[in-house]
C-alpha cells in the first residue's frame, strides 16, 4: 500500500442476523481494522436482551483475530 492509498469511496459493511426472528443488525463504517469490528461487537451487546446468549460466526479475517479483539 502506498501513501497516497484512498479507498475511493469504498465502505465497510457490518452485519449480524438472528436466524431466530430474521432482525438485522447492521452498520457500515470506513475502515475494516479491530477498532471498528470491536465497535460492531459492542452493538451487537447493546442491541441484544441480556439474558440471551450471542454465538459469533466469523470468517478468516485478520481483525477477528487481533489480541484487543480476543480481550
Same mark, same amino acid.
Given at each position: 500500500?502506498?501513501?497516497?492509498? !484512498? @479507498?475511493?469511496?469504498?465502505?465497510? @459493511?457490518?452485519?449480524? %442476523?438472528? +436466524?431466530?426472528?430474521? =432482525? +438485522?443488525?447492521?452498520?457500515?463504517? !470506513? @475502515?475494516?481494522?479491530? =477498532?471498528?469490528?470491536? /465497535?460492531? %461487537?459492542?452493538?451487537?451487546? /447493546?442491541?441484544?436482551?441480556t439474558d440471551k =446468549?450471542?454465538? %459469533? +460466526?466469523?470468517d478468516n479475517d485478520?481483525?477477528? !483475530?487481533?489480541?484487543? +479483539? !480476543?480481550?
Open positions: 500500500m502506498t501513501h497516497d492509498y !484512498k @479507498r475511493n469511496g469504498t465502505t465497510s @459493511r457490518f452485519a449480524a %442476523l438472528n +436466524v431466530a426472528d430474521g =432482525q +438485522v443488525i447492521g452498520t457500515c463504517m !470506513k @475502515r475494516h481494522q479491530h =477498532q471498528e469490528w470491536i /465497535r460492531f %461487537l459492542n452493538l451487537i451487546n /447493546r442491541s441484544t436482551p =446468549q450471542i454465538h %459469533l +460466526v466469523c485478520a481483525t477477528h !483475530k487481533h489480541a484487543a +479483539v !480476543k480481550a
